[in-house]
Nanobody, 125 residues
């Protein structure tokens, strides 16, 4: 079993930056591909970014490509999501997730078996 905890969310003005962290306990996190998803009020959960277990491959949603960067250093625990040029449309609860079935990372939420509780990111209009 893997327990995931997100941190780093908060309120930031449009154009600002935040860095989210996803920390795991229970098993070796470096063996899992990791993804970030988000859910805004009244909307479905959507894919944001993913990284393979080796960090060799990354995937991004079109809406965040060029602004967000996912990274990991498997010598250390966290997986990071660096978010730059934030805008009000980025307001959501952000979740990290770990997958054992898609080692290269994937955009599909169904491939992730472990989820954190989420961290709120708010960018006022």
């Amino acid at each position: 079993q893997v327990q995931l905890v997100e941190s780093g969310g908060g309120l930031v003005q449009a154009g600002g930056s935040l860095r989210l962290s996803c920390t795991a306990s229970g098993r070796t996190f470096s063996n899992y591909a990791t993804g970030w998803f988000r859910q805004a009020p009244g909307k479905k959960r959507e894919f944001v970014a993913a990284i393979s277990w080796s960090a060799a491959t990354t995937h991004y949603a079109a809406s965040v490509k060029g602004r967000f960067t996912i990274s990991r250093d498997n010598a250390k625990n966290p997986v990071y999501l660096q978010m730059n040029s934030l805008n009000p449309e980025d307001t959501a609860v952000y979740y990290c997730a770990a997958s054992t079935t898609a080692p290269g990372g994937t955009i599909w939420a169904s491939e992730y078996g472990f989820w954190g509780q989420g961290t709120q990111v708010t960018v006022p209009a």
